[in-house]
C-alpha cells in the first residue's frame, strides 16, 4: 500500500494502516532524502589518546524533516562491521590440536583494511521513520577502542541515543567545534540488528537510557562466555574452530591505524587474552563483566527477541535468558523462534508493528497476542503459543540402558546394577563420523523405542551423568540426534540434531575453578542442553549419543582417553508437550 497522508495544511505526515507504517510517496524518493554523517561525543576514552571518543553516524531522514519541521522517531543500528573487517581465516585463529589445559601456541595477528561502506534500509525511511547507523568503538570512522563486550560498547550507542534526545553533543567533524542537534527526532529510538549489531541493542537497553523504546534483536549475543565456553569447556561457535575474543578483536578492529598498536598491547594483549583464559576455560571476573543479563534491572525497553533454533554460532540459550527475565520484570516482550541457523529477523509486519506502536505510538494487536512465534518444521510462518517453553510441556526422565555394541536404549523406567560402559576419545572422528558409526569404541548411543506418535519437545533439556575418566582431563560432549530407523547410518546430521551440550568435567563443582579429574573417580554431572522447541515425527526414534571431543567445536588432545559411565545413576530429562 502506498499513499500520501497529508493534514489540513497539506504536510506529508506518516500513514498507518492495520497497526502499521504504511510505505507513504511523500517520503519515497531517495533523491530526495537528507544524508548527513556526524560524530556524537562520548563519555569516555578508550584508545588513551587522553580525549573523549567520538562515534561516527550515518544518517537519513526525509526531506519533509528539514522543510516542514516534521519530526519524526529512530530506528538505529550500530556495528563493528560497517567499514573493513579482515582476518576471517583459519591462519588467524588458534590451534586447537594440543591437550586440554596446556599452553596454546601463539597465533598470527592480521591487517584490517579499513573500508567505509554507507549503511542504509530504504523499506523504513519510505515509512515515516529516521534510521540511523553509527560504527562501534575503534571502528571505522569511530574513536576509541574494540573491547568485545567491554563498557565502552555499551556506552557508545548510549551516547547516540542521548545524542538523538538532546542530551549529548554532536559534531560535525570528528574533532571539530561545530555542532548538530537531531532537532528532527520525536526522542523515541527502536533499535535492531543481527549478531554481534543485536549484541549491541541488548547492551544499549541494559544501560536504561531513556528514549530507547523497544529493541528487535536477532541472534544476539548476551554472554560472551557463553559464546566461546561451554561449562568450563574451550569451545568454539561453530563454523569458526579456534576463535576467540581476541581473534574478534582483531576481525573488527578498523579504525584509526594510528590506534592500533596501542589498542593491540592495551586492549587486546592485556585484557582480551588474559582475561578470556584458553588454558582453564574457567569463568572469572573478566567473563562476568562481558554477561548483560545482571544488568537487566536497568532495561526499560520493550524486547521483541528472535533467534533459530539451530543456530550453533550464537547459540539459542543466548536469546532465551534475556526473554525470560525480561517476563520476569513485566516488560511488554515477546519471542520469535525459527528452525534455521544463525540471523533470520521476524517477519516484516511484526517488527513493523513493534516500531510502529512503540514508536509513533499507534495501537494495535501486539501487546494482545500469546507471547511466543514458533515456525513450525517445514512452515514459513509462524505459529503462535501461549509462551516458550510451552506451558503444557512435562519432564519426561530416561534411563540408559545397556544393549547391543551398536546402541542401548532409552527407557522410562529405571534399571538397576548394569555394568559401566566406557568409551574412548578420538578427536579425529567427528560428531556425523560417530553417530552414522554401526558400532564405535568413541561413543555411545541409546535410542528411544520407534515413537508412536509425534514428540513435541519445548524448552531446556537436561542430562545428568556419572562419569570417570582414566585422565585429569577431558572433554565431554552430549548430542540428541533424531534417527530414522535401526539403520543408524540412515541419518542426515544436518537434518537431524536435534540438540548439542558441552561440558569440562573438572568444572563439576565450580565453574570458577576447575579441578583436575582424579584418576577412575566418578563425578556427577548435570548439564542443559539448549532451549528448544521442536516437534520429532512418529516413526522415528531419539537417539542420545556421549563422546569426547567434538572436532567442530572443541580442543583435540591426544587420542585414547578413556572415560566410563555408570548407567545406572545417568538421566536425560526431555520437556515433553505430547508424545509420550
Wanted: charged residues 25%.
Amino acid at each position: 500500500m502506498s499513499a500520501f497522508s497529508q493534514t489540513a495544511n497539506k504536510k506529508i505526515i506518516p500513514l498507518f494502516s492495520i497497526g502499521e507504517a504504511q510505505i507513504v510517496l511523500g517520503f519515497s524518493d531517495p533523491q530526495e532524502w537528507i544524508k548527513e554523517q556526524l560524530w556524537v561525543e562520548t563519555t569516555f576514552d578508550s584508545d588513551g589518546d587522553g580525549k573523549l571518543d567520538r562515534m561516527h553516524v550515518f544518517l537519513t531522514r526525509p526531506k519533509q524533516t528539514e522543510t516542514d519541521g516534521l519530526r519524526l522517531p529512530v530506528i538505529y543500528e550500530t556495528s563493528p562491521y560497517f567499514s573493513g573487517v579482515g582476518g576471517n581465516s583459519k591462519d588467524y585463529f588458534w590451534k586447537v590440536n594440543h591437550e586440554i589445559g596446556a599452553v596454546p601456541p601463539p597465533h598470527k595477528h592480521p591487517d584490517v583494511v579499513q573500508k567505509i561502506n554507507r549503511p542504509m534500509d530504504e523499506k523504513w525511511v519510505k515509512r515515516g521513520f529516521v534510521t540511523v547507523f553509527s560504527s562501534s568503538p575503534g571502528t571505522g570512522l569511530s574513536d576509541g577502542s574494540p573491547t568485545i563486550g567491554g563498557e565502552n560498547e555499551t556506552l557508545a550507542p548510549k551516547a547516540v541515543i542521548d545524542w538523538l534526545c538532546g542530551r549529548a553533543d554532536g559534531f560535525a567533524t570528528r574533532k571539530g567545534t561545530e555542532k548538530i542537534k537531531a532537532f528532527w527526532c520525536t526522542g523515541k529510538v527502536g533499535m535492531t540488528g543481527t549478531s554481534y549489531n543485536g549484541t549491541l541493542c541488548v547492551a544499549a537497553a541494559v544501560t536504561g537510557v531513556e528514549g530507547l523504546e523497544v529493541i528487535i534483536p536477532v541472534a544476539p549475543v548476551t554472554s560472551w562466555y557463553k559464546y566461546y565456553r561451554s561449562n568450563g569447556l574451550v569451545r568454539s561457535p561453530g563454523g569458526y574452530l579456534g576463535e576467540d575474543m581476541d581473534v574478534l578483536y582483531d576481525f573488527v578492529h578498523s579504525g584509526d591505524v594510528a590506534n592500533r598498536k596501542r589498542n593491540d598491547l592495551e586492549v587486546r594483549d592485556k585484557i582480551l587474552v588474559p582475561g578470556e583464559d584458553r588454558i582453564t576455560g574457567d569463568f572469572n571476573d573478566f567473563w562476568a563483566s562481558r554477561d548483560y543479563l545482571p544488568l537487566m534491572k536497568n532495561m526499560k525497553a520493550a524486547l521483541l527477541m528472535s533467534h533459530g533454533f539451530n543456530d550453533w554460532n550464537v547459540m539459542a540459550e543466548h536469546s532465551y535468558r534475556i526473554y525470560a527475565e525480561a517476563q520476569k520484570m513485566g516488560l511488554p516482550s515477546q519471542i520469535f523462534y525459527h528452525q534455521d541457523g544463525h540471523g533470520g529477523p521476524p517477519p516484516f509486519s511484526m517488527m513493523n508493528k513493534w516500531f510502529t506502536h512503540f514508536l509513533h505510538g499507534v495501537e494495535n494487536d501486539i501487546l494482545k497476542t500469546d507471547k511466543a512465534w514458533i515456525v513450525r518444521e517445514d512452515d514459513k510462518l509462524p505459529t503462535c503459543y501461549v509462551n516458550f517453553p510451552n506451558p503444557e510441556a512435562k519432564d519426561v526422565e530416561f534411563h540408559l540402558q545397556a544393549n547391543t555394541k551398536t546402541y542401548g536404549n532409552l527407557v522410562i523406567k529405571p534399571i538397576d546394577n548394569q555394568a559401566q560402559q566406557t568409551f574412548v576419545d578420538n578427536a579425529k572422528y567427528s560428531a556425523t563420523d560417530l553417530a552414522k558409526a554401526n558400532n564405535s569404541n568413541n561413543r555411545l548411543l541409546f535410542l528411544t523405542p520407534v515413537l508412536k506418535k509425534d514428540v513435541h519437545i519445548s524448552g531446556t533439556a537436561t542430562i545428568q551423568l556419572k562419569i570417570s575418566s582414566d585422565q585429569p582431563a577431558v572433554n565431554l560432549s552430549v548430542y540428541l540426534i533424531q534417527y530414522s530407523s535401526e539403520n543408524v547410518k540412515k541419518i542426515n546430521m544436518k537434518d537431524h540434531i536435534i540438540n548439542r551440550a558441552w561440558t569440562d568435567p573438572q568444572n563439576h563443582e565450580s565453574l570458577r575453578k576447575g579441578t583436575p579429574l582424579v584418576k577412575d573417580q566418578f563425578y556427577d554431572l548435570t548439564i542443559d542442553f539448549m532451549p528448544d522447541d521442536q516437534i520429532i515425527p512418529a516413526g522415528e526414534r531419539i537417539g542420545l549419543m556421549i563422546f569426547s571431543s567434538d572436532k567442530e567445536f572443541t580442543l583435540q588432545p591426544k587420542k585414547g582417553t578413556k572415560i566410563t559411565l555408570d548407567l545406572d545413576n545417568s538421566v536425560l530429562t526431555l520437556p515433553v508437550v505430547s508424545g509420550f
